[in-house]
């Protein structure tokens, strides 16, 4: 009755949803429930699955846990937990469409058209992943926050909030932006979206026709990207260089939008020049065309105090500022915000109201009193000295171990680097990003950011998710698999 033992070459990808122990009881009843996992298969022990997919023991033991509970699986005495007998026949993984249906909206047509591009999606189950957009793990802060939590819970008005968001957040948010990032601005300007996503989302809806030119830069960031595409837009990308987006290449023919990420360029990683800043600023108020100025990690520098956000030098307000909390606090939170020039600001709001109608009060209030008491901005400092200790481990480990085979280009900001590859071709880059993918590193091409592909290929090279000895591990990894392929 022991039943097969695990397979070696099962697959198991966690989709990244939530605590890692439910992803892994996601995972593996996703497996039983369609027959990869027959009943009375033998799983490995937990310490063993744990290894495999790089995570910790407790996370294998709490998913086989759940598992039990609900019937999945069974623990036999001395030899181990086994898949139980289903009493539903195993659910096919693709379940083909039972007839034809009537063709999508054009809206889906381009939502489809979109998915085949690699960027965006994530990398699960890595035992080293540099992967940019890790949250930054701050210590202290989650029982900070489960506090503020809970006493925002209790305190909380249960009624609808405002659209706007709450007054105590947006104002909290007024005085940080004027000291931090010199935008002077009255909490009436301000409005609290879930993260820079919907501000993207909003500003296409209420500035966009079908049709309307969109300059981004290139590189640019995959969201903007494809929520302009799939809002019909028509899509200009404008290159940049070490001075930002090079805005002499701005569209003749005039762009009603322009998205810039001038503090920390996406994924290029440089600081947009003052007068490039200046002769976009010029080109906005010459063609009515607006500006939305991403500054999702602007105050992520380590070399003193960051440079003022291209809101702070716009004095014909055309510049539609946006801010996350999803680098200093985390993406899961899903708040950020927009400063919305004055003409604009109805026409966001209703639109916000259509939308979802406000984002959640209970962590709004509780995002608010970390700021009141001056928390987030501790937490900030601390989050920019640790992101310094790893930045610094990284160029370390990957200047040791991968030496000249990359050429490094690493602001003093942010949480991520670009190296770009010497004398490798791109069959050889994409030989040794699968190489280390099977040996658990995780290695991020540029290229899928791009409109007009970069000349030689390159990494985007995340730091801020790993602990300083997982980044030296992982750029030891990063050597021994050039090595491995003699490259
Ligand atoms: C350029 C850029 N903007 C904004 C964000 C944050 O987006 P959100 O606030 O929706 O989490 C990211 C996160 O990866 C980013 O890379």
């Known amino acids: 009755m022991n ?14 949803r939530g605590p890692r122990h439910a992803q892994l009881t996601r995972a593996l009843k996703e497996a039983i429930r369609n027959g990869r996992l027959p009943a009375h298969t033998r799983l490995p022990p937990t310490r063993e699955l744990a290894l495999s997919l790089g995570l910790s023991r407790s996370t294998a033991l709490a998913a086989y846990e759940q598992l039990q509970a609900e019937g999945f699986l069974e623990s036999r ?11 539903m026949a195993p659910v096919p993984s693709k379940v083909p469409p039972a007839r034809e249906v009537a063709p999508p909206s054009r809206y889906v047509t381009r939502l489809r058209e979109g998915i085949d591009r690699a960027v965006g999606r994530r990398h699960y189950g890595l035992r080293y992943n540099l992967q940019y957009a890790e949250p930054l793990v701050q210590p202290g802060l989650a029982e900070r926050w489960s506090k503020e939590i809970a006493h925002a819970a209790a305190y909380t008005d249960t009624d609808y909030p405002r659209t706007q968001g709450l007054p105590a957040l947006r104002e909290g948010i007024c005085d940080y932006l004027a000291r931090r990032r010199g935008v002077v601005a009255s909490p009436d300007d301000v409005i609290i979206v879930n993260g820079a996503q919907q501000a993207y989302s909003l500003s296409a809806r209420v500035l966009l026709d079908e049709g309307d030119r969109v300059a981004l830069e290139d590189p640019h960031y995959f969201s903007s990207y494809q929520i302009m595409r799939v809002h019909g837009a028509e899509i200009v990308g404008v290159r940049t260089d070490e001075d930002g987006m090079v805005c002499d290449e701005l569209p003749a023919e005039p762009a009603r939008l322009v998205c810039v990420t001038p503090s920390h360029q996406f994924p290029g990683a440089s600081l947009m020049s003052l007068p ?8 906005a108020e010459k ?23 291209l809101r702070a030098l ?27 020039p004055p003409a604009l600001r109805d026409d966001f709001l209703a639109a916000k109201w259509l939308s979802d109608m406000a984002s959640p009060a209970i962590e709004q209030a509780a995002l608010a009193a970390l700021i009141a008491d001056g928390s987030f901005e501790r937490f900030l400092r601390t989050g920019i000295k640790d992101l310094k200790l790893r930045r610094d481990t990284l160029l370390d480990g990957l200047r040791t171990h991968v030496g000249d085979r990359l050429e490094l280009y690493d602001p003093p900001a942010g949480m991520h680097i670009v190296g770009w590859f010497r004398g490798l071709d791109e069959a050889q880059a994409t030989r040794l990003v699968d190489h280390a993918a099977s040996r658990g590193l995780g290695l991020h091409p540029m290229a899928p950011f791009y409109l007009d592909p970069p000349s030689r ?21 990063f050597g021994s698999c050039l090595r491995e392929l003699g490259l």
């Open 276 to 283: 490039r800043r200046l002769q976009l600023i010029a080109y």
């Open 314 to 340: 716009d004095a014909a307000s055309r510049v539609i500022y946006v801010g996350t909390f999803s680098k200093v606090l985390f993406p899961s939170l899903r708040l950020g915000y927009m400063v919305v």
């Open 457 to 477: 290929p390159g990494l985007l090279i995340g730091y801020a998710g790993m602990s300083c000895a997982e980044i030296r591990e992982a750029t030891r990894l």
């Open 3 to 16: 039943g097969p033992p695990w397979g070696r070459g099962l697959f198991l990808e966690l989709d990244g």
């Open 287 to 309: 063609h009515g065309s607006w500006i939305v100025e991403d500054d999702y990690d602007g105050e992520l520098r380590f070399d003193g105090h960051p440079l003022a956000a």
């Open 77 to 87: 005495q001395g030899s181990g937990s086994f898949v139980a007998p289903q009493q």
